[in-house]
């Protein structure tokens, strides 16, 4: 039986994708975060009890709309985000920036 080593994400990311900075990197690095706003967004409003429907109504859009961000077929404005996070949720966004 031949021994197996084992990779770390972060070298696999740098076999698969290259190092960090490059373009290929870059984009499925912006891509994770998409994914990630996506997920997020599923979780708060199921942890609210809502469907899609009803956050969709709350804050002025689509029910298809907020799948396709859920999804990550879609890209999302800043605008947007903001009214599903203070319409929808209730809440207010905050952001940092990481250079």
């Keep these: 039986m031949k021994n197996k080593t084992l990779t770390s994400f972060s ?3 740098d076999q698969q994708y290259g190092k960090k900075g490059s373009k290929k990197r ?10 990630k706003l996506g ?10 009890g809502m469907t899609q429907a009803e ?3 709350k804050c002025g859009t689509t029910k298809n709309y907020i799948s396709r961000i859920e999804n990550d077929v879609s ?20 952001m940092w920036v990481e250079m």
């Excluded at 870059?26 to 994914?35: I, L, R, W």
């Excluded at 997920?39 to 609210?48: A, C």
């Design 26 to 35: 870059d984009e499925y690095e912006n891509g994770f975060e998409a994914f």
């Design 75 to 94: 890209d999302i404005r800043l605008s947007t985000l903001m009214r599903i996070i203070q319409q929808g949720f209730g809440g207010n966004l905050k």
């Design 11 to 13: 070298s696999h990311l």
């Design 55 to 57: 956050l969709a109504s």
């Design 39 to 48: 997920v997020l967004l599923q979780e708060m409003r199921k942890e609210k």
